[in-house]
């Protein structure tokens, strides 16, 4: 309210932008506090795996370790550095999508080949611990850019993969709906996500369980990814997700970004 009798001062005759200016000031200030949000997470998820890996340096350094615990402090020095890794590829995707409004390319995007890649990077990750469903409309494919919606399809397959228990079940699939809507979908039978987390789902760095997410090697940036490269594409994403009944998102389509093969 000081900004507000400041700016009507210099603007005695503007009554009638009054809300305008507040508005203004309103918006300026959260994007700023974003900002500051944003800088704060990325320092701190970066502290996290250079502090743990700086722990483990030491042990190696002052005790003479033996094989096979030498291997396993390597290991775990490993694990840490991976997830910096991670975590830079991750900003660095979200960065340049960002700089651009529009997708990188618009060509056709053959989902049968897509669908052999996820099917193969999903049962790397999941180690036959799960039970994998793979079922595609190949006839009917995507206008779009193939890299952009494969890291999109991808992070929401590794998602079930990772937040679902062993044993649990994973359908992935592509079909186009009576009113001529591509749908991209992934259901698993997961712990699934209370309601009132869902609408900040795809913010950077938003978590429902924090310690589960750093567990499963989450960089806290996947459905953020996601989120971009859909509107990209003009594409919803739906999430429905009941607490302790699995997870189901989907990716919606527009019509006439569909081809047929
Ligand atoms: P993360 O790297 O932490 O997985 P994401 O942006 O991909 O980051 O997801 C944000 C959060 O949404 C996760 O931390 C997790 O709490 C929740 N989440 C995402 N997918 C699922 C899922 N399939 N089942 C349960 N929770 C999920």
């Given at each position: 309210s000081a900004n507000l009798s400041l700016m009507l001062q210099a603007f005695p005759f503007a009554e009638n932008r009054r809300l305008l200016l507040v508005q203004d000031v309103t918006d300026l200030r959260k994007a700023e506090a974003m900002r500051r949000d944003f800088v704060a997470n990325v320092s701190h998820e970066m502290r996290t795996p250079l502090t743990v890996m700086m722990g483990f340096l030491e042990t190696v350094q002052t005790l003479d370790l033996e094989e096979p615990q030498k291997e396993q402090y390597l290991e775990m020095m490993m694990t840490q550095a991976r997830r910096m890794k991670n975590l830079v590829e991750d900003l660095l995707t979200l960065a340049n999508l960002e700089a651009n409004?529009?997708?990188?390319s618009n060509q056709k995007v053959q989902m049968s080949t897509i669908f052999a890649l996820l099917k193969n990077d999903a049962e790397a990750l999941s180690q036959s611990k799960h039970s994998l469903n793979f079922h595609a409309d190949d006839q009917v494919n995507i206008l779009g850019d193939e890299r952009e919606l494969l890291s999109a399809f991808g992070n929401l397959v590794s998602n079930a993969v990772r937040y679902t228990p062993e044993s649990g079940k994973i359908d992935v699939s592509w079909s186009v709906t009576e009113h001529g809507q591509g749908v991209f979908s992934v259901s698993d039978s997961g712990p699934g996500i209370p309601p009132e987390h869902l609408p900040r789902l795809?913010?950077?760095?938003?978590?429902?369980d924090r310690s589960r997410s750093r567990e499963t090697g989450g960089t806290g940036l996947g459905l953020a990814i996601v989120k971009h490269i859909a509107n990209r594409h003009q594409a919803q994403l739906l999430i429905e997700s009941l607490s302790g009944s699995g997870s189901t998102f989907k990716l919606v389509f527009p019509a006439d970004r569909l081809t047929s093969s």
């Open positions: 409004t529009l997708p990188a795809t913010e950077r760095f938003y978590r429902v």
